[in-house]
């Protein structure tokens, strides 16, 4: 709905600029929040079945591009209350790609989504109230000007006999840790309550802080966005307009 489009100030958009991160507070209602969380524990206690449900226990419990095969979370992923501000990050049009639940707080080392995904920025929605104890986000505020480690710096393949998470853990994660200390800047912890929705550049060095009480549930949707001119991509996932429509586009590479 056109009305629900709310931009963001000259004095946000200044904020998100340097820092590469702007918190929006109150994007969602609690009452919407506590049903997104209610239907998240439902489908993770098996209370309730959704075809194509799959929780990894990785980063804590989490689900992958679950808008793919759960409406609930495309509505959020394309709500309208994103769109302008995220047409305002980027100075264009966002096409949604990816999402990513996370039940508890991550504890994911420092990293850069646009490794993963170049030319990206998130919509992250916190489902519940995110404080110290249960793992929020950690962000390196500006680290989205400094350096950008690649697929170039490091590659994906695997070594022989190398897992995923060793690639990670041995040859990622270090250079991030690198570029973080390069920056000399310190990380600060984004604390925010229920509904409230974090914006981020791709590049920006973040993670999840520790959870100091585990166990303790933290909810959280990632969405991800890259520009609808975007030719940088070599996924065979829809990319997704905020009209509902969906395009499969591979890079020409
Ligand atoms: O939610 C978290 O703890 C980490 C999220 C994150 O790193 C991401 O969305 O890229």
Redesign the pocket.
Known sequence: MESEQVGLTNQQQSFYETNGYLVLESVFTQEECQRFVDHMEDLHNGRKELTGFFQQDK??YRTFNQHLYDPYVMEILIDARLHQPLKDCFGGEPEAIQT?H?YE????PL?Q?QYYLPDCM?A?TAMVDVDDNN???VVQPGSHKGRLITKQDVPMTLHPDETYEQQQSNRYFPRVEQVFKENAQDAVEVLVNQGDVVLFNGRLI????PVLSPGTR?H?L?C?YIPYHSENWERDWPRISFDGSCRIHYNKM
Do not use: I, K, N, T
């Not at 707080?105 to 994911?108: D, L, Y």
């Open positions: 980063y804590g990513m996370f707080g991550s504890e994911h990293h989504d998130s992250w793992g929020p986000l973040h993670g999840g802080a933290r959280a990632a991800h």
